[in-house]
């Protein structure tokens, strides 16, 4: 027996409501340049390195240390969120230190926890 999918059953259009959606969307472009951004997210990769940053800031000596990786995958990975503007870093003499960008990286990150915990 095939499953029952709900539809809406309805001929009267909520203009009022369509209307109030439609102009309060973001525009084509910000959407793209969301689901970029989300993108970056999707990877366990990043997710661990973030995940490593959001204890502490680390060169990436130290982060292919923790995640057990190759100082080349780490610095690829790390050339993708500096693009994405979800990591920064400062220069101590010779030494590169990695952090998370600002408290909106912090936020995502705590809040898809959040989410998956629930």
Known sequence: MP???????CTIIHHEVVDRASAQMQDHE??????????MFADPTRIKLLSALYISEMCVCDIAACLNMTHSAISHQLR?????NLVRSRKDGKVVYYS???SHVTSILSKGLEHINE
């Open 80 to 84: 993708l969120l500096k693009m994405y």
């Open 100 to 102: 998370l960008a600002d």
């Open 30 to 39: 910000i959407s793209v340049k969301l689901s970029e951004l989300f993108k």
């Open 3 to 9: 499953n029952k999918i709900d539809t809406c059953s």
